[in-house]
């Protein structure tokens, strides 16, 4: 099992903006409103080198919403630790991580859409996150 499907296992996500797969690829993310999408994907890192560092640098988190895909899983989103901390994930039929995104400033995300294969997440402090729920490193643009 890679690390983030171990963290996974206890519903815990490392304390950075971060686009993370079940593969063990994770990727930083930015919140961006003018971003195709809300954010923007940067550079892929190491989760074992930044909890190498701190092992104790990740958040719980827990769902507010979600949408049940029925044979292709679930989506979900919710809260982290501390109030400003929000998540997004795919998840498998039987709960496991497919992808997950954590944002350290985002508040929680608390209501979620899903048309065709594009989610609509919303948090608590108004940020909005559209991804392609097969690949959500691929930018879907703002509806405006």
Known sequence: MTTIEL????????????????????????????????????????????????????????????????????????????????FIARLTPDRALIWAMFFAESNPFDRVQLIGNVATFRSTAGFEVLVDIENPRNPVPLER
């Open 7 to 86: 963290l996974w296992g206890e519903y815990e996500l490392p304390i950075k903006d971060a686009l993370h797969y079940a593969d063990g690829r994770s990727y930083e993310v930015a919140l961006d409103p003018a971003a195709p999408g809300g954010f923007s994907v940067l550079s892929l890192f190491s989760v074992d080198e930044i909890l190498e560092d701190d092992p104790s640098w990740v958040s719980s988190v827990d769902g507010l919403t979600s949408v049940d895909l029925g044979e292709r899983g679930l989506l979900w989103g919710g809260e982290g630790s501390y109030g400003s901390e929000g």
